[in-house]
Nanobody, 122 residues
Framework: QVQLVESGGDSVQAGGSLRLSCAAS???????????MGWFRQAPGKERERVAT???????TYTDSVEGRFTISKNNAEKTLYLQMSGLKAEDTAMYYC?????????????WSQGTQVTVSS
């Protein structure tokens, strides 16, 4: 069973930076290499939002509100996903989750982290 353990959430001032990490276990490096990974967030009273994704060819997507401020990346050898966040705004405050799915075998994200809180004060 794939497990995702997230870290890096914190409280920061607007304009600050944070880096979230998501370490995967329960799968080999070879398997991780063909997983699609994503970062999601959910603010109180709002629906979960897809923030950024990265596929097995390192192609990335971002939601418009974070484009140019957030960067998703991964280290396959370490089976770790990252989200570098800069220029943080109050509206970035949310619980952040990482998620994974086999790129070929699934369209829905199957595995989820426990979530880490990011709070941005203005």
């Amino acid at each position: 069973q794939v497990q995702l353990v997230e870290s890096g959430g914190d409280s920061v001032q607007a304009g600050g930076s944070l880096r979230l990490s998501c370490a995967a276990s329960g799968l080999t490096v070879s398997a991780y290499n063909v997983y699609c990974m994503g970062w999601f967030r959910q603010a109180p009273g709002k629906e979960r939002e897809r923030v950024a994704t990265i596929d097995l060819r390192y192609r990335t997507t971002y939601t418009d509100s974070v484009e140019g401020r957030f960067t998703i990346s991964k280290n396959n050898a370490e089976k770790t996903l990252y989200l570098q966040m800069s220029g943080l705004k109050a509206e970035d405050t949310a619980m952040y989750y990482c998620a994974a799915r086999p790129c070929v075998a699934a369209t829905d994200y199957r595995f989820w982290s426990q979530g880490t809180q990011v709070t941005v004060s203005s």
